[in-house]
């Protein structure tokens, strides 16, 4: 068995911006908790507990005007319990996890490559990690992994540009999806490698108001290459190829950041509110078929 606490402190830290000089000193909390438990040769019981916080980066005041107030840091509380077993063909691992959040930041995209950060309140995060991945047999090496988030906004949130009071709480928190999950494929054959992998995202909220979503998409990827035996100084040259988006799909893989509604005024595209067009959020699409190429060596 062995543990490990730690209440350590965060540092003092000020922000000096220019054209919009604002600063703060703030000291957080940051306690930490480890214990774990052999049960035997094969298996492993662990227990983890930390304190974390987010203050607004450099970048982040700078979006903000003169006259907007100071943002509060982020803070979370996390707890996690989970179990670990190997033997000579596989390795698993399985957690269940708890955070607790106050005053999360979110950046708002306002159209234009511009962003504002905001705080959304408060949220809670539950859920649980599975992985499993297996020994090499035959030159085949798989890999899983699954999580289940089962986040949600605890308070509503207050929209200036439309003045109301949003009533976002006890809805899916924005940009956490329910379901991830991924599975993997290696294959080594003396000087030969390939590596597929195929992941999933379940559908998420892109909007504080939890009107606007993005649906549950796939992607996929392939790497193949050779390694070469050494020539002259040329340690391991090795040549690879690299595949992505093997189907062609067209996919909305995420946001630019997050608003407060689908009908958030303050969501520009083409330079003014007048214009504003009502869609909300703006978002990336995954590329369709790439195909890249490395030569590579050690020396």
Do not use: C
């Not at 707890?79 to 670990?84: A, D, I, P, S, V």
């Amino acid at each position: 068995m062995s543990n490990a606490w730690n209440r350590g402190w965060s540092g003092q830290n000020k922000n000096w911006i220019p054209g919009n000089s604002s600063g703060a000193n703030t000291t957080a909390p940051l306690p930490q908790l480890s214990i774990s438990y052999q049960i035997d040769p094969n298996s492993q019981i662990y227990i983890n507990a930390e304190g974390d916080y987010r203050q607004p980066s450099a970048t982040d005041m700078g979006w903000l005007s003169a006259s907007a107030p100071m943002l509060k840091n982020q803070y979370s509380i996390k707890e996690e319990l989970g179990y670990r077993y190997h033997n000579k063909y596989m390795l698993l691992d399985l957690s269940f996890f708890n955070y607790n959040v106050t005053n999360r930041i979110v950046d708002q995209y306002l159209g234009m490559n511009s962003f504002k950060p905001f705080s959304i309140g408060n949220q809670t995060m539950r859920g649980f990690d599975f992985m499993i991945a297996g020994r090499e047999i035959h030159g085949f090496s798989p890999y899983a992994s699954v999580e289940y988030l089962h986040a949600t906004q605890d308070s509503n949130v207050f929209d200036p540009y439309q003045n109301i009071m949003l009533r976002s709480k006890g809805t899916q928190a924005v940009m956490a999806p329910r379901i991830m999950a991924n599975f993997g494929l290696t294959y080594t054959y003396k000087g030969f490698f390939a590596n597929g992998a195929v992941h999933y995202t379940g559908p998420q909220s892109v909007s504080i108001a939890n009107d606007q979503r993005i649906p549950g998409y796939v992607t996929d990827s392939l790497s193949l290459g050779y390694h070469f035996k050494p020539v002259g100084f040329l340690k391991s040259p090795t040549f690879k190829l690299n595949f992505t988006n093997l189907t062609g799909s067209i996919v909305r893989s995420g946001a630019m950041g997050a608003v407060y509604s689908a009908h958030d005024t303050s969501t520009v595209y083409s330079g003014s509110k007048a214009a504003y067009t009502g869609y909300g959020n703006a978002f990336m699409l995954e590329p369709r078929f790439t195909m890249t190429g490395t030569i590579s060596t050690s020396f």
